[in-house]
């Protein structure tokens, strides 16, 4: 939305000094989020197809820049809600799910299956609470959802008949990048033997042979802790859950099981 906006609207005098602006703001942009991947990702396939461009015309430039962006907005929601289709194809009716944080293509596998008897079992995800508007929405939907802290976790998931989670990035080996706690509740749901399924688009695979992403780490005074000397307040966003916690990757081609991987 960002490169759309600036194509549109980046002050230049040439179609050279605006298309190194261009590439100068998407650099920056991959930059910003290191552990999310599909940022990276999506702004690769238009740079891209930004470097065989030949315009010669600013405004035609402008205009076909902005749309490639919007095109990729378009494939990136459509492959989140065609993921969430075969999720809730998989999971089936009648089933309780537990989930951690709050990630799009979940939210739709709980919108598709809101009518089927679904249950769910969600935590409040710390810092931020993200499972508090999850737990608004599903309120709204009428789901019977247990809310926990997430301290709670191994207490809960055998009560569960699956865990769904997103991914900020899934490596190449099929590790998953998420809200940090994923990782404990996957060896959570491994001691249980409760399936640990992963959701999410293709556009969030890194590449074999792409450094690990940095683990972002947000400020200390989101968790709200009194400048106490001597005390050393971290607040890292991301873990790594290891491909082998993982039953099967869910993304818009279908399921994919440990032994067919990218």
Request: proline share 5%.
């Amino acid at each position: 939305m960002v490169l759309a906006q600036a194509a549109r609207e980046l002050p230049a005098d040439s179609v050279t000094e605006w298309r190194r602006g261009l590439l100068r703001l998407s650099a920056e942009l991959a930059d910003s989020r290191p552990s999310m991947t599909p940022v990276r990702n999506l702004l690769g396939c238009w740079q891209a197809e930004m470097s065989g461009e030949t315009v010669l015309d600013l405004a035609a430039a402008r205009q076909a820049a902005a749309e490639r962006a919007e095109e990729l907005i378009a494939r990136s929601q459509q492959a989140a809600r065609t993921s969430a289709v075969h999720a809730a194809q998989l999971l089936g009716a009648g089933r309780t799910l537990m989930t951690h944080s709050l990630s799009s293509t979940v939210l739709e596998t709980c919108r598709l299956l809101k009518d089927r008897g679904l249950r769910m079992i969600i935590t409040e995800s710390r810092p931020l609470e993200e499972g508090r508007r999850l737990a608004r929405q599903l309120s709204a939907w009428k789901v019977a959802t247990t809310y926990i802290t997430e301290a709670q976790m191994a207490l809960f998931v055998a009560r569960a008949d699956a865990v769904l989670v997103g991914a900020d990035s899934v490596l190449a080996d099929g590790s998953v990048v998420n809200k940090a706690g994923t990782y404990l509740l996957g060896l959570a749901a491994r001691e249980q033997r409760v399936p640990f399924y992963v959701c999410c688009e293709s556009f969030k695979w890194r590449k074999l042979g792409e450094a690990l992403p940095e683990l972002e780490e947000m400020a200390p005074s989101e968790l709200k802790l009194p400048d106490w000397p001597a005390v050393t307040v971290r607040n890292v966003y991301f873990d790594i859950t290891p491909a082998r916690l993982v039953s099967a990757w869910i993304d818009e081609t279908g399921a994919r099981w440990p032994n067919v991987r990218p």
